[in-house]
Structure formats: structure tokens, C-alpha cells
């Protein structure tokens, strides 16, 4: 299928409580759906995914960080997310709590929003995220995977490229 490829980050920032920090989106893509902030690398200029997150974290969250402060947790790819585009995405975690401004928690693409990390489920999140992008990312947080999620399918067919150190074995099918 011929369709766009974008490349973006999504940032994983949790407080002292424990709590994840999700953006309530107002504008499309997943509008009305929760997700981690995030946004597109700036291709043109060159930009690198560490770049892209320490960027959307300033101007999402209002925090300065540096690329040390990032975990790389994954890469997820996904073909024909909604039948529009093809996405590469780089998955990051801030590696110490923080805490937001209040006036911070509004801006032009949503609201943000703490929650618990149990109460994701019952949130409208979109279905890939869903079904694979937070399992894995709780399986492997502080660790690395990396998944394809075939989205021309219903359901959406998936799965692991790279998993956790020492699972390349199971792998053979």
C-alpha cells in the first residue's frame, strides 16, 4: 500500500506517585483518544528521534531535558495506521519523575492529564496502542523491544522484531 511514512517519538513521563502523564487530544491524529505526548521529527531539518523528544517535551510539558535523561524503550513501526499513513516511532521514558506546571496542562493539541497506570485500560486510547504498544512497553520498561503492527488487517496483525536480551531465540517462527 502507497501511502506517507512519518516518523515520531512518544514520551513516557511518570511523578513521584507513580503516575503516567497522557495527553487528552483534541486534534487529529487519535483525536478524543489519550496518548503519551509526542509529536513528528522535523525531517527536513534533520532531526534526530532524541532531539525530537527532548523538543516535544519542552514545548508539550514545558520541560527541559536533556538527551541523557531519555530511555530508549522502543521502536514500533505500523503499516496503514488507519488506512493513511505508515508511522515509525521511537518510544522514550524520562528516567525521574517530574512534576508539571498547572498552567502547563493545557495547550493547542489537548490537555494533559495524570493517570494511574492501571486506569489505561479503561481509558479510549487508540487500538494499537491498546493491544500491543502498552503491553510491551510495560513488559520491557527499562529495557528495549521493538514490534511491527500490520494495521491493513482487522485485527491489526503483529509482532516482535526485537525483543528483550536473551528472547532472540524464540523468534524462529
Known sequence: MLLPYKIAVLCYLFDEQGRVLLLHRVKPPNQHLYSPIGGKLEQAIGESPTACAVREIHEEAGLDVRPADLHLTGIVSETAYLGQTHWLMFLYELKTPVKIAPDAMHFDEGRLEWHEPDAIHGLPIPQTDRGVIWP????????????????STTPPRWRMEQPAAGDWHTLDA
Open 136 to 151: 510491551q512497553f510495560w513488559q520491557h520498561r527499562g529495557g528495549f523491544f521493538a514490534v511491527h503492527i500490520d494495521c
